[in-house]
């Protein structure tokens, strides 16, 4: 965009002194409508539309285009596209196969971005609503409640495997030789690459809560497995366990406890709304 403002105004401005004549000071100029800077044709260039389009570019163009030289060339860029415009609309290209595809294909795009952001906004603002209303509140006495009965984090790495034949037998691979784990990963995992190698922290609460409860009663360095979740079939180590101080712990203990508060009223809601999950067969 900098390259283009500049090379325009450039342009703009050698023109204007390659052309400009003289001034008629007796010959009356037209009035200037209310907040319009320029008109062409049966279209008006708004002040607003010159301040929305100066924010677009550089702090220096937009210095520039504040002095009256540049800004007359700033207009004449602007001029240049809605000359362009109606020069397009008079060959009929606006009533072109090709305009109204794409213009449909913006419209079904901007649609689906207005529904997720309609759709985020009203969770979020029920959810500052039971925040306000002191439904998702968490006690010290609670916090302190549930660090005495989980005050440690687990570590693991997993390894996600599509099918449970393949799993079983990599599980057993594993369990004879837990050594051969990154080669089994690396032929066998289908999670995304970026997550191949990866360990995972979490108190309990915080993950889920089916490898919570497995990693929750092995040793550390043990292979279990395998446990079937939405994501497929998963083999984990346990590779540490540590305690954590109350104070370390307590921001994400509230976390975990507004979450939990939060998942008892969305399945409180379970009673009011018919829900039915419907599981492929595959």
Known sequence: MRQHIIYLLAAGLCLAACQSKPADETSPKPAAPANVAAKVGPLSITEQEVNDRLALVDEDDREFAQTPIGRQNFINILVRE?????????????????YLSALEDKRNQLKE??????????????????EDSGKLAVSDEEISAYYKKYPYEMTIKQIIISNAQTADQVLRTLKRSPSRWKEMERQYSVSPQMARGKEFSFMPGEFLPEIEVIAANSASGSVQGFIKTAQGFHIIMKTREKRLSLKDAAPRIRAILQAQKEDAILNSLKNKYEVAVYEKNE
Do not use: H, M, N
Not at 118 to 126: E, F, G, I, N, S
């Open 82 to 98: 809605k000359l362009s415009e109606l020069a397009a609309k008079e060959a009929g290209v606006d009533s072109s196969d090709t």
């Open 113 to 130: 971005i207005y529904d997720d952001f309609a759709k985020q906004t009203l969770v979020r603002l029920w959810e500052q609503q039971l």
